[in-house]
């Protein structure tokens, strides 16, 4: 059945204040390991699945990533954004996902949705 007629489904899984700026929780929806970050404030979803080796990204380290700079110069920049695979290094954009050295590699993400301090995730 195509994406567009496929029912998708709110599964609340946490609490507003249950998962602080910066921080992240894992959690299971439907068979899925899925991490859901709060990115100051924003709270993303992936899954828990690198697409390099199939190893779970979301136990690798969230941190951030050098800007673009001059010559010699190193800006640091995007603290809570970037997460490290955990097993080779691959670094992905939990705003996009996309893979920083690869464009065209990506994490999985989903989309969230805040309600009365519920956060859900739409599966």
């Not at 199939?54 to 640091?76: D, Q």
Request: hydrophobic share 40%; glycine share 8%.
């Amino acid at each position: 059945m195509s994406e567009s007629r496929r029912q998708r489904t709110e599964w609340p899984v946490a609490r507003v204040d249950e998962i602080a700026p910066g921080e992240m929780r894992l959690i299971e929806v439907r068979g899925h390991s899925i991490g859901l970050f709060n990115v100051e404030g924003e709270f993303i979803a992936v899954l828990n699945i690198c697409p390099h080796e199939l190893a779970p990204v979301c136990r690798g380290r969230l941190s951030g990533t050098t800007l673009p700079s001059m010559p010699g110069e190193y800006v640091w920049g995007r603290d809570g954004e970037i997460i490290s695979c955990p097993w080779h290094g691959w670094e992905f954009d939990l705003r996009t996902g996309k893979a920083l050295a690869d464009p065209h590699a990506r994490v999985r993400r989903y989309d969230v949705t805040v309600r009365d301090d519920i956060v859900a995730i739409v599966l």
